[in-house]
């Protein structure tokens, strides 16, 4: 297959993506599953449409294996946050082609993988590609917000349709220098994230005589202080053990695993440092609904993200201590994610040839994903070997981590092609593996 045709065809598909909007909510993601079953199956790929209900459908597409492999699932999704025209130099669904990128809302996160991804699975079906064990693409619904429409609901509701040994998703994939050589980063497991509410309660009266009441608002404003306060011992996870080893050749003790990051690479610093222990991080507020009553009631929202494995329990401890006595209450919202899988294998192996080929004096170390991905779902659900793994080098990395859910988000049209090398070459690698 040509590498200029592959190029001129995910660029125009990423154009279309982009021109349909999938903010979510309310998400209406069944307009790209629709646009995505035409386009796959003019290339003979089967495509099978899935939705809890009508307009928030997921598209799962397949190329059957022979059956004596194990099977491989590009996964993706199709929704996207909200995007302010406003703040934008162009229109933020007109997919514009300038100066070789491609800008819209989702060109990062994350349609040009998923247009990567679907031209990946066409080009190779065109080509008469017979893999091993069944090769599928999965753009599914929701997975900006998680109301239970996207892979969640697919992996209870149809399991089949989308169980995998083998999955590539979002996470990571960027080309960084780390003590002047090059690296990508390949995610390999993620945080939990674990939302809580801190619920304060004091007693209301009229603002006007502050002493006869007893501010909720202010009393949560010095268990935020004390929350800001908090400093949890320090833990190194095997991820970032083996990203300090890979760059320096040694480890570090947890205390001084962050002086250590530092010292070869500011970036480097700000990968490790939400790595080392859970994060507690106060994002809205809910008082007093008028402005001449104290609150009897103060509610904060917490986003907290607790290292794989580590329990709500024993977050809870740390948070409680740092808290000390008072008039709350904390409850936790609901906890997903914090799994991993192994840093070998198949899949390993191929994100490291891929990447030997096309850079030969670069390496790929692990990485933990500080946020989320719906790829827990998938090792939760299947056992699936996921990967957070899509190669980006022609954009800085820290502009693009500006750019995500943010104005004027693009992508560069050599990186949309890398990817769908690399999620070619990753086909032919597993697709390849006996069973």
Same mark, same amino acid.
């Given at each position: 297959?040509?590498?200029?045709?592959?190029?001129?065809?995910?660029?125009?598909?990423?154009?279309?993506? /982009?021109?349909?909007?999938?903010?979510?909510?309310?998400?209406?993601?069944?307009?790209?599953?629709?646009?995505?079953?035409?386009?796959?199956?003019?290339?003979?790929?089967?495509?099978?449409?899935?939705?809890? /209900?009508?307009?928030?459908?997921?598209?799962?597409?397949?190329?059957?294996?022979?059956?004596?492999?194990?099977?491989?699932?590009?996964?993706?999704?199709?929704?996207?946050?909200?995007?302010?025209?406003?703040?934008?130099?162009?229109?933020?669904?007109?997919?514009?082609?300038?100066?070789?990128?491609?800008?819209?809302?989702?060109?990062?996160?994350?349609?040009?993988?998923?247009?990567?991804?679907?031209?990946?699975?066409?080009?190779?079906?065109?080509?008469?590609?017979?893999?091993?064990?069944?090769?599928?693409?999965?753009?599914?619904?929701?997975?900006?917000?998680?109301?239970?429409?996207?892979?969640?609901?697919?992996?209870?509701?149809?399991?089949? !349709?989308?169980?995998?040994?083998? !999955? /590539?998703?979002?996470?990571?994939?960027?080309?960084?220098?780390?003590?002047?050589?090059?690296?990508?980063?390949?995610?390999?497991?993620?945080?939990?994230?674990?939302?809580?509410?801190?619920?304060?309660?004091?007693?209301?009266?009229?603002?006007? %005589?502050?002493?006869?009441?007893?501010?909720?608002?202010?009393?949560?404003?010095?268990?935020?202080?004390?929350?800001?306060?908090?400093?949890?011992?320090?833990?190194?996870?095997?991820?970032?053990?083996?990203?300090?080893?890979?760059?320096?050749?040694?480890?570090?003790?947890?205390?001084?695993?962050?002086?250590?990051?530092?010292?070869?690479?500011?970036?480097?610093?700000?990968?490790?440092?939400?790595?080392?222990?859970?994060?507690?991080?106060?994002?809205? /507020?809910?008082?007093?609904?008028?402005?001449?009553?104290?609150?009897?009631?103060?509610?904060?929202?917490?986003?907290?993200?607790?290292?794989?494995?580590?329990?709500?329990?024993?977050?809870?401890?740390?948070?409680?201590? !740092?808290?000390?006595?008072?008039?709350?209450?904390?409850?936790?919202?609901?906890?997903?994610?914090?799994?991993?899988?192994?840093?070998?294998?198949?899949?390993?192996?191929?994100?490291?040839?891929?990447?030997?080929?096309?850079?030969?004096?670069?390496?790929?170390?692990?990485?933990?994903?500080?946020?989320?991905?719906?790829?827990?779902?998938?090792?939760?659900?299947?056992?699936?070997?996921?990967?957070?793994?899509?190669? !980006?080098?022609? %954009?800085?990395?820290?502009?693009?981590?500006?750019?995500?859910?943010?104005?004027?988000?693009?992508?560069?049209?050599?990186?949309?092609?890398?990817?769908?090398?690399?999620?070619?070459?990753?086909?032919?690698?597993?697709?390849?593996?006996?069973?």
């Amino acid at each position: 297959m040509a590498t200029v045709s592959l190029r001129n065809e995910v660029t125009t598909v990423l154009q279309d993506l /982009i021109r349909l909007d999938t903010v979510n909510p309310p998400g209406n993601e069944t307009r790209a599953a629709e646009y995505l079953r035409a386009y796959l199956e003019d290339s003979g790929v089967a495509c099978e449409l899935y939705a809890r /209900i009508p307009e928030r459908a997921s598209l799962v597409a397949r190329i059957p294996g022979r059956g004596d492999g194990p099977s491989l699932l590009f996964l993706s999704h199709t929704d996207t946050v909200l995007a302010d025209a406003a703040e934008w130099q162009v229109d933020p669904w007109s997919g514009e082609l300038r100066d070789g990128e491609v800008w819209g809302r989702g060109a990062l996160d994350m349609k040009g993988q998923v247009a990567s991804s679907a031209v990946a699975i066409a080009s190779l079906a065109r080509d008469g590609f017979e893999p091993a064990g069944d090769l599928i693409f999965a753009a599914t619904a929701d997975e900006e917000v998680g109301d239970d429409f996207g892979l969640s609901w697919l992996c209870e509701a149809h399991p089949d !349709a989308v169980r995998a040994d083998y !999955a /590539i998703n979002e996470g990571a994939g960027e080309r960084i220098e780390l003590a002047g050589r090059p690296f990508y980063l390949c995610s390999t497991a993620e945080k939990t994230s674990a939302p809580f509410l801190l619920r304060v309660h004091g007693r209301s009266g009229h603002a006007s %005589m502050p002493g006869i009441a007893d501010n909720a608002l202010l009393k949560a404003a010095r268990l935020l202080g004390r929350l800001e306060r908090l400093r949890p011992e320090p833990v190194l996870i095997p991820e970032v053990e083996a990203l300090l080893r890979a760059v320096t050749g040694r480890s570090a003790a947890p205390e001084d695993a962050l002086e250590l990051a530092r010292s070869f690479s500011p970036l480097a610093a700000a990968l490790v440092e939400p790595l080392l222990s859970l994060t507690v991080s106060p994002t809205m /507020i809910r008082a007093s609904q008028k402005r001449n009553v104290v609150p009897a009631l103060c509610e904060v929202t917490v986003d907290c993200r607790l290292l794989p494995g580590q329990t709500t329990a024993e977050a809870e401890r740390l948070i409680r201590n !740092a808290l000390g006595e008072g008039d709350y209450e904390l409850e936790w919202i609901q906890a997903q994610g914090g799994t991993r899988s192994t840093l070998q294998g198949p899949l390993w192996d191929a994100v490291e040839a891929f990447v030997a080929e096309v850079e030969p004096e670069a390496r790929v170390v692990p990485i933990c994903v500080a946020g989320f991905t719906d790829s827990h779902w998938l090792r939760e659900a299947f056992g699936t070997v996921a990967y957070g793994f899509f190669p !980006a080098s022609a %954009m800085d990395p820290e502009l693009a981590a500006r750019l995500i859910h943010s104005a004027d988000e693009r992508v560069p049209v050599d990186d949309l092609e890398l990817g769908v090398r690399f999620l070619r070459h990753a086909a032919a690698v597993i697709g390849g593996a006996p069973g």
